[in-house]
Structure formats: C-alpha cells, structure tokens
C-alpha cells in the first residue's frame, strides 16, 4: 500500500518576489522593514496612508479633505470602458479613494501638514482632486503656521480628465508660492516612479528635495527620450543617484532613514515645538 503526505496549501500573499533582485522573501519580513527587500534595499512601492504612518508621530494623524472625490466630468470612455468604472475599481483595488491623502500631525514633534501621493491608484495621476487635496494641505499649513511636506510619486496627469488636470500644475504652483512669501518651509520628498506634470510643478518645488535611493525621476521616461533624440543616454539617467550628482535634488534618503533626516531638517527650517518655545523674558524695568 502506497503512504503518500498530501502538500499543504500554502496561505495567498506569505511569500512575495522581489521585482528587482528576484529573491523570494516573507511579505511580512518586508512590510516590518518598510516595505524595503531586506536582501538588496530595493524600495518598494507603498500606498499613500502607509507613508503618513511612516512619517507622522503614532496618534497624531488627522486626515482631511477625504470627502472630495474624483467624478467623471468629461464622460470619458475607451474601449476599456468608462472613467467612471474604472474610478470605481481603482477605489476598491487601492483602498482609497483618491491618488493623495492628506493629513495633520507631528514629525518628531514638530506639527506639519503632510500630502503622500499614491501609485496604487491610477498609477499616481494628478487629476483634479488631487490637486486640489494638495492645495488644501498647502492652505492648511499657511493657516497654520507649519511646514508642508509632500511625498511625491505619479505617472503624470489624469488624461480622462483632460485639461482640468493640467490645469492642476498651475493650482498648486501658486499655492506653493504663498507658503514660500510666508516663509513656511516645504519639503519634497520624489519616490519612484515621479514622472509627466507632478515632476514638472509641485514636485520640482521643495525648498529642499529629497528623493528614495534608485527612484525614477523626470518629466518624460527614458525610452521616451531615447527614442525621440535617438541618442544613447548614460547610464542610471534619470535615477536619483544621477539627479543627486547634477544638482536636481538635495538628497538620498533610505526610507529607514526619512522620518529622522526630515525631523533634522525641521529642527533647522521650522517653528519651533511647542514644548521648545521661549519662555518671554522677564521684565527688567528701574525704579523711577
């Protein structure tokens, strides 16, 4: 009589491949190291929420500006169906409901205001709600005396939407420009891929930019130029390490490394924390 151990099955999602070296790792092993292979720090994708966790203090975090949703203004249809169904399945892939969340809360004390952009859905496109979401973060930062820190990521404009969307590049240009006349610090922080119109504007505005090791950064892609100038490019272009060595960016941050390095650059560029303030010095009035 033939004995026989039946295979096991094994659980959906315990395992992961790595899309740079290939090595198999534990999803959990990467999600406790930031979503970072712990075999070669290739940095993977996250989505907007998980950065706000990463970056603001544990408790602080007050989303806003969640109520505002994109809608298919223009009808827009190809022949993969409507901008309307696909909305709503980027909604229920993603698990948010638009390519930017926003909140409040403190980075190692400091109060900021924070946009996190999100690649998960719809590629991380700038429509007309993402730029308004991060002109209200912007709005609220100026109203509330603090820095603005967005972390950057996107394919480009939301072509459903037209010329609504690039209309968002101008948007929040400007409200960038009143936080910089106000003296209010803003960070940019590039993660791979930032590409199209949110390279071209709020992305490319950061009193000091930061960018994640390896990330792609431009307007354009490099097959794109490549293909127009037919003209062999040089090698890692267009990556941060490149940008780093022309003057693009300021920095290359590891993700393990972020929330300490921009609470460093706070500690130089922002008000001070609360519990830091200066006491009022005591009267020194004479006798007369």
Not at 27 to 50: I, M, Q
Request: a neutral charge; one cysteine or more.
């Amino acid at each position: 009589m033939a004995f026989f151990r039946r295979k096991k099955d094994i659980p959906q999602g315990l395992w992961m491949k790595c899309p740079s070296c290939g090595q198999m790792q534990f999803t959990k092993a990467v999600e406790d190291n930031l979503s970072v292979c712990p075999s070669c720090d290739f940095h993977l994708k996250v989505n907007g929420p998980t950065r706000l966790a990463q970056l603001l203090d544990e408790g602080s975090i007050d989303r806003f500006a969640e109520e505002l949703e994109p809608v298919d203004v223009l009808g827009f249809q190809d022949e993969g169906g409507s901008y309307g169904e696909k909305l709503a399945k980027s909604r229920q892939k993603a698990g948010v409901t638009e390519a930017v969340s926003v909140a409040r809360g403190t980075l190692d004390g400091h109060p900021v205001t924070v946009a996190a952009m999100d690649f998960s859905f719809r590629g991380g496109s700038m429509g007309v709600v993402v730029g308004e979401r991060i002109a209200q973060a912007a709005d609220d930062a100026f109203a509330r005396k603090v820095p603005l820190i967005v972390v950057a990521t996107s394919g480009g404009a939301r072509m459903q939407e037209g010329a609504l969307s690039l209309m968002q590049m101008a948007k929040t240009s400007a409200v960038l420009a009143r936080l910089r006349e106000a003296g209010l610090p803003y960070i940019a922080i590039l993660a791979d891929p930032c590409t199209g119109g949110v390279s071209a504007s709020f992305a490319a505005l950061g009193d000091v930019t930061l960018a994640e090791p390896a990330a792609l950064i431009g307007f354009a892609g490099p097959r794109v130029i490549q293909n127009t100038i037919r003209t062999q490019l040089p090698e890692g272009f267009q990556r941060s390490e490149f940008l780093l060595q022309k003057g693009y960016i300021d920095r290359i941050v590891h993700r393990r490394d972020m929330k300490k390095d921009v609470g460093m650059l706070l500690d130089y560029l922002g008000p001070k924390r609360p519990a830091e303030a200066e006491e009022p010095a005591p009267a020194t009035g004479t006798d007369g």
